[in-house]
Every structure is written in C-alpha cells, then in structure tokens.
C-alpha cells in the first residue's frame, strides 16, 4: 500500500512523530451537550504537526499533513519522489488565529489511491512560504493565484504578478476583511 | 518612399493571440514571443472573465451557489453541479436515494457526449473542417432537447440537489435517450470515416504537440489530455464515487502523446459514455428522487472536505471549509483546464503557431472554467 510507505516516509521528517490516536477526528456530527462541551476543549488547543490518517469515506482524502514552512520542501519532494501529481493549492485565512494557512493537495495516477493534504501556516502580516514551483512546475499558476487571493509570498517564485485578477490589482479578494 | 525594413536573423516580435480570437474558443490571451513561424516562447494571461466564483461560495448559503457550479463550464455543466452536490453531501453527512444516483449518472454521461460531440465540430473546425461542426451540432441537439425537457434548461443546468434531483425523468426521457443511443453509434462511425482517416487531418495532428507522462505529472494534468499520454486515470475509476462501481465500461487509453491520441481517446469516450447511458437505462431502479430525511438547513460539521469528480475535461475538484454554519467558509474548486492549460506554455515552445493552435483544440479548453 503506497498509504503507508507515504505516510512512514513523511514521518521521518518529523523529530518527534506525534501519536495520532491523540486527535479527535473533527467531523463527527455532535448530539447532546456533553459531546459539545468535549468538541470545545479539544478545538481551542491549536494543532500540532505531524501526519494524520483520515478516513477517506468522511473527509475525501487519506493524509492529513501539517509541517511548517520550513519544512515544506522535503515533505513535497518526498511525494514528488513517490509519483504524485499536484492537484491544487490555495490558501484559508484564520482570521481568529492571525494566521494564513496554505493547503496542498496531491494525488497520484493509480488505482492503489493515495490523497494527500499538506498544510502549513503563515502568519497573516507578512505572510510568506517557499514556492514549490521548481519540484511541480504545475504550481506557478496555483502559487500566483494563491497570491492573487490572499497576499501570500512565495518566496523564489519567477514571476508573482497577478495571474486571475487585474495586473494592477492591489487587494485580496479572500481575506476576511476584504470589503470591496 | 520610407527605407525598406531589416530584420536582423536572431530579431523576434511579440504576438498577441486574442484575448478576442476564434481559435482560443473564448477570451484568452496568449504572448507568444515568435521567432517567424516558430514560438520561441509562450505566456498564457488569464482573468478576462474570472468572476470569483470562489467568493461567492463564501457568501451564500450551500444551496445558493447550486446555480454558479453550471455557470463554470456552459458545455458539461451537469459534471461540475455533480461535484459540488457529492461534496456537500459528504460534508453533510446526506444519504441519496439509488434512483437519484442512477439518473445522476445517466445526465452525467449525456453531458459528456454532448460536450465532447461540440469540441470535436469545434477541434475540426480550427484545423479548416467546417462540415463535421454541422453534424456534431445536429447529434448534440438532440441531447439539449432531452435535457431541456427534464431540466428546465439547455446549458447552464440546476437539476442536481443536495440528496436527490429536482424532477424526475418521465417515459419520453426514457425513449429519447434510448432512440438516441443507435443514433449516435452510427454517427459515430460516420465521423470516424469522414475525419479521422483524412489524410490532411492527420498529417496536422500526427507526433504533433507531444505532452510527455512526466510532464503531465509535474503539471498535474488529467481527463483525456492525460489519457492521450499513455496515463491510466479516470476519477471514476481510481476513485469510485456515486454508482460507476456497478456499470461496466473501459477507459480508453493511448501511448503516442500526440493531439491525435487527445483526439482518439475523446471519440472513444462518446462510446463508453452511450455504454454506460444504456446499462444504467436499463438497471433504473424504481423509488423516490429525494431521501425522506433531509436537513431543512444545510449545515455541515466542522471540517475540511474534498471530492474530485470526473467532468468531461478531467479531474474537478472541490474543497469545503466548514466552520458549522450554513455558509462555507472556504469553496474551492479545482478546475481541470487550469492545469492542462498551464502545460501549454511549455508544451508549445519551438513548435510552429498552427501546429500550436491545433494542439490548443486538442486541449479541449473552456475559458470560463480556468477563470472561474
């Protein structure tokens, strides 16, 4: 199963690999108050990194990786490495948090399915991450559109100017507190 | 008289492929840096219709954006309103009856015929053919006219809802696709023998425009641009989803990377579409179009969803953001022209401008849909 080579591969990146049993699996539907009041606790303690194994049926996809910045590069040569093709990137804003998160998705052309998620945060003032346009070169448009919408640097990336909005645009349609 | 022009041998000019030009099939912008008749080097420009598509799935409760999903791709709508209705189903936790997803299906698959049947009048139509368009368009009509009949509309469809359908397909739905499969079959055959064995045809398409299998990785290309480079990958095989477990078709695959294998493995698409159009006509199993227990507000729990789709371009994705209100706090879509378009700059350079134009029809482009 390629799951797995994948998801042992990417622990090695991690110093200290996080048990995954210590997550609760956010997309169970709450009853009753006490369900609630747990769901509450557990979502105020930020997440830490580390690789997650979803269940496919409820999410739509199988790892759940969240690294920072810095580490980006050896996570994505890795699935480079393991034939994945890039399928998106786009960004979520925080605002609550104060922070940028940039999500990756990765999938591979084989019946042994394997989708990976790859997220990694940024603070909202000066956001900014390395691009990965030199592994997949496939993610110079995600990356500029990812720029377009919410502001988000990548560093090294050959030609960050506006790709979908205007070539003067100097707003982000997809920050929480864009008013047009 | 003004001195005459020299142009010095290493001297290129810029030339503006549209944004308005009949062969980019919409408002698309190519910069091409020519060297005479040879690209040196192409930059794509997008956004002339980008409408943030994205926003207003932020700003709208789930069933207020049904409509904008159509409005992506105006010729194989019914596969992107199939994606979204699978994502928030997933996202919501909703059950759908099987007679649902059987016509689900049966809609899906006649979108795709009448999607690749314009692309191929439209493909022959940029290589100089313009009779095959006439015929295509005729064939396609018939599909407009069974889906106007149930849907309400001819292109821009809302048919799919969260759970179910609007309608119901009634018997003349039935007869007119069922009339319409042998129809089809024998028009099929009548393009294979009008256009694909034409020597000038081929002669423009043949080792034209080769996209590798690595480079459609690095760009993450799909649909039958990947197909055509020898990639066995359809969503709806590696990765099941509605009832495509139950039908019985192939995935035609070929291993010249040229336009022509683009070519090829969208006419042979048309015939496994009728396939499984005619299995599931068959199998339609009686019961309601709506489940019985359905949320009246649209609410799905915290989280971060995805579904991929297969449209008759290629792998549509869709990413919700849920923070457990009735709007997403996140919509993402991930269009699969974006990415084969994206392949074009690089895919074109030192290849002659016609044989790039040619292989930009074999891209099977629908403008809308890179801008969202």
Redesign the interface.
Known sequence: MIKDTVKQALEELFPVPEPVAEEAP?????EGEEADAKKKEK?EEPRVNGVLERDY?????HLDVQLDPGELLAAVLVLYKA??????I?G??WIKEDQLEV?Y?F?R???D?C?V?IRTRTPRTEPSVPTISKI???A??HERETHD?FGIKFEGHPHLI?????EDADFH??LKDFKP | MSAPIHIRPDETFTLNVGPQHPATHGVLRVKMEMDGEYIVKAETV??YI?R?H??MG?NRTYPQVLPNLSRLDYLGALGYTHGHVL?VE?AA?IEVPERAEYIRAITVELNRVASHLFWFGAFVMDLGGFTPLMYAIEDREYILDMLEAITGSRLTYCYYRFGGLYNDIDDDFIAAAKAFIPRLRKSLKKYDGLVTGNIIFRKRLEGIGPISAE???????TGPV?RGSG???DVR???PYSVYPEFDFDIPVYHECDSLARYKVRMDEMEQSLRIIEQGLEKLPDGPIMPKKKPKLIKP????????VETARG?F?I?I?SDGTKNA??F?L?SPT??NM??FD?ACEGMMIMDALAMMGSLDLVIPEI??
């Not at chain 1, 956010?26 to 709450?30: D, L, N």
């Not at chain 1, 034939?83 to 998106?88: G, H, N, P, Q």
């Not at chain 2, 729990?301 to 991929?308: I, V």
């Open positions: 956010p997309v169970e539907a709450a979502k049926d409820t999410v739509g996809y034939e994945f093709f890039i399928e998106s786009t979520v804003d999500v998705d999938s052309y084989d019946f399915q989708r998620v997949f070169s496939g110079n448009w919408f506006p790709l979908l909005l205007p349609p997809l | 997008l956004g980008h943030m994205e926003l932020e994502a997933r936790g480079m459609c990785r690095k760009y993450g290309a990947a990639i066995d990958f095989k590696n990765e729990p915290k989280g971060d969803y995805y579904q991929a792998s994705g990413r953001v706090y996140r993402k991930r974006y990415s994206h392949m690089e801008d969202r």
